[in-house]
């Protein structure tokens, strides 16, 4: 840990950038699964999904960057490398998929199970006494819910 002006307590910050890290780890991966999609989608749905695709990635980009610098800001190291992502990753392997429906099953998975880790998060930050850790978990786990229904919506009118 680097040394800070930060009153959270170094064992608290200790703590909470392991969280922090376990996150960037999942929300990274959500963000290769996500450009996977976005490259691979084929089908009637063609245009429609890639171009969503291509915003959920925007969007995750941006909650890797809120999560990383969090880590940083708490005297910690950002631990974002393609093989500590691999590592770390608790997200499922991304399929084979090629055709859009297929993709959507798949990035709404990955979606609802990062957003389940966000949640979990939010009650880890605020009991460790870091509110704005949970803060941005708030954040982050608002916004993947908004995404997790555009891309169902997709599935939802099969029904």
């Known amino acids: ?59 995750v980009e941006d909650y890797v960057d809120e999560i990383a610098e969090r880590v940083v800001q708490l005297g910690g190291v950002a631990e974002g490398t393609a093989r500590m992502v691999a590592r770390r990753s608790a997200l499922a392997e991304y399929p084979a998929a090629v055709d859009g429906r297929s993709h959507v099953e798949a990035l709404s998975s990955a979606l609802a199970a990062f957003g389940q880790s966000a949640r979990k998060a939010i009650d880890e930050a605020d009991k460790l006494g870091d509110r704005d850790t949970a803060d941005i978990f708030t954040e982050v786990s608002r916004g993947i819910d908004k995404w997790l229904w555009f891309v169902e919506a997709h599935l939802q009118a099969e029904r």
Do not use: Y
Not at 23 to 48: E, M, Y
């Open 1 to 59: 840990m680097f040394q800070t002006k930060n009153d959270l307590p170094e064992g608290v910050r200790h703590k909470v950038v392991q969280l922090l890290n376990e996150r960037l780890a999942d929300c990274i991966d959500l963000q290769t699964q996500t450009k996977q999609a976005h490259w691979n989608v084929k089908g009637p749905s063609f245009i429609a999904l890639h171009e969503l695709f291509d915003k959920v990635n925007e969007a």
